[in-house]
T-cell receptor
Framework: AQKVTQAQTEISVVEKEDVTLDCVYE???????LFWYKQPPSGELVFLIR??????QNEISGRYSWNFQKSTSSFNFTITASQVVDSAVYFC?????????????FGTGTRLKVLA | DGGITQSPKYLFRKEGQNVTLSCEQN?????MYWYRQDPGQGLRLIYY???????QKGDIAEGYSVSREKKESFPLTVTSAQKNPTAFYLC????????????????FGSGTRLTVV
């Protein structure tokens, strides 16, 4: 079975602090993809990153960075020097490609509040 | 610009009514999906379709129906059988991996907020 766990329901930080959002996944697929999406108050989910199971390189994009570790089945997301505009709900998602379908399994999301 | 459009943004339904939520995409994606989001919860899959004239139930299909008569369109009908329809509904589309298409994940619409009055 596939599962994504985002244990942090809500996190509050003060602007300019660094914050890490945790994501732990379970899958039996050997080929799979992991994603992070941002959901601002407007509601639309905005794609942030995709990582496939064969690429464990960490990635940095501006103030965002992602740490993918297959050994611990984790795909954590760090925001450096957080800003008020980072306030949103962040979802981690997983999909496998060997099941014959392409359904995402979403975590329950982490609400990030960045206080000025 | 390519994208996925959901309408209306807000929808109010009376008890016993059926309502239809629209979802249109011009990304040439093969697959389309409907998700339901309740406050403080994650996204739950209602229905998905990977090809025209074919669709499959997701995890919470009861009380909902869909059609896929065109590649670009995947409307969702919330029927009177859905006892608790008040929620935020998100439509998404994607390529299907393993068919020579890139796997860039889902593209989401901006959502429809449905309220029962």
């Amino acid at each position: 079975a596939q599962k994504v766990t985002q244990a942090q329901t809500e996190i509050s930080v003060v602007e300019k602090e660094d914050v890490t959002l945790d994501c732990v996944y379970e899958t039996r697929d050997t080929t799979y993809y992991l994603f992070w999406y941002k959901q601002p108050p407007s509601g639309e989910l905005v794609f942030l990153i995709r990582r496939n199971s064969f690429d464990e390189q960490n990635e940095i994009s501006g103030r965002y960075s992602w740490n993918f570790q297959k050994s611990t089945s984790s795909f954590n997301f760090t925001i450096t020097a957080s800003q008020v505009v980072d306030s949103a709900v962040y979802f981690c998602a997983l999909t496998g490609t060997t099941s014959g379908t392409y359904k995402y399994i979403f975590g329950t999301g982490t609400r990030l509040k960045v206080l000025a | 610009d390519g994208g996925i459009t959901q309408s209306p943004k807000y929808l109010f339904r009376k008890e016993g009514q059926n309502v239809t939520l629209s979802c249109e995409q011009n990304l040439n994606h093969d697959a389309m999906y409907w998700y339901r989001q309740d406050p403080g919860q994650g996204l739950r899959l209602i229905y998905y379709s990977q090809i025209v004239n074919d669709f499959q139930k997701g995890d919470i299909a009861e009380g909902y129906s869909v059609s896929r008569e065109k590649k670009e369109s995947f409307p969702l009908t919330v029927t009177s059988a859905q006892k608790n329809p008040t929620a935020f509904y998100l439509c998404a589309s994607s390529f299907i991996p393993g068919q020579g298409a890139p796997n860039y994940g889902y593209t989401f619409g901006s959502g429809t907020r449905l309220t029962v009055v």
